[in-house]
């Protein structure tokens, strides 16, 4: 089963008053380039979520994106900063004393100046997070990877499509190029006729042209090689895994062939042939660039 490069996933886990929500999303990408976001909170965790995160992809550019939400009252302590508390007091009586001011300060005033008070996270054990985390992780993670195989088994019919078209512009190209060797023999023989009226004709000459032309327009080799190359992407497919450089680099080759055999034609059934197969060619290019 070939898989798509763009594909999403999304778990929401609640549990023990602590939400997490995961969200994975991908678009194409030559190698795999996976970036996470996550609370500062679970940031330890990284290398596990990135370990689970790569046994469902190979390829693509991958955003992961984590949210934690606890709503139990122990997850947050109060603490009291005293020796900040004892600056701003000293200062304050200074500020009395050089300026001749009433030291009217109360313990409220002192409250409310910054970092006296700070509500701190308390230290949750990493292996007690982790347990919380890995199941939406692995869950959001499989919900990614099938929707990338849906999305693949569309791309597959479309490209084996595209490739039984190709083979019939092939089939086209293969049937006209013996006929225009017969026309363009006949065309010589009627041409040198003409030319000597009532003298006899070398066969061996028109013979000599002839195979000089054929040499030129063959493109023997080059449907040889084009049809191995079709078959060889429909095996592909049909094996599935991760063959999308593989793919990309057989378009590559069916381009070059394509464009050989465009560069031989003489005849217009042959060049419009070639024009369709190069069209296919190139779209088939742009679909193998959202293979896995």
């Keep these: 089963m070939i898989k798509s490069m763009t594909g999403f996933g999304r778990e929401e886990l609640l549990e023990n008053d602590r939400k997490i929500s995961v969200e994975i999303k991908a678009v194409n990408h030559r190698y795999l380039d996976l970036s996470i976001r996550m609370p500062k909170k679970l940031a330890a965790l990284e290398s596990q979520v990135r370990a689970v995160c790569k ?95 849906r999305e693949g088994e569309h791309l597959k019919k479309d490209l084996l499509g595209k490739l039984d078209t190709m083979k019939a512009f092939v089939g086209e190209i293969e049937a006209r190029s013996p006929e225009i060797i017969e026309e363009y023999k006949a065309s010589l023989r009627e041409k040198v006729a003409d030319l000597l009226a009532d003298h006899a004709m070398e066969e061996s000459r028109i013979a000599a042209e002839v195979t000089i032309f054929a040499d030129k327009i063959c493109v023997d080799e080059e449907l040889v090689r084009l049809k191995s190359h079709i078959d060889a992407m429909k095996k ?57």
């Design 55 to 149: 046994e469902y992809m190979e390829r693509g550019k991958v955003d992961v994106y984590i949210s934690y939400e606890d709503y139990t009252d122990a997850d947050s302590t109060l603490k009291y900063n005293e020796a900040l508390a004892g600056e701003y007091l000293g200062y304050l009586r200074q500020i009395s004393e050089k300026y001749q001011l009433e030291f009217d300060v109360r313990a409220s005033t002192i409250a409310r100046l910054p970092d006296v008070f700070v509500l701190e996270d308390k230290n949750v054990d990493e292996d007690t997070l982790w347990h919380l985390l890995e199941k939406p992780v692995r869950l959001a993670s499989e919900k990614f990877a099938e929707s990338r195989e």
């Design 236 to 292: 592909e497919l049909e094996k599935g895994g991760a063959v999308g450089r593989k793919l990309d680099f057989i378009a590559q080759e069916m381009n070059r062939e394509a464009n050989t055999i465009l560069s031989k034609a003489t005849d217009l059934a042959v060049s419009d042939a070639g024009i369709e197969l190069k069209t296919n060619i190139e779209k088939v290019r742009e679909q193998v660039q959202n293979v896995e």
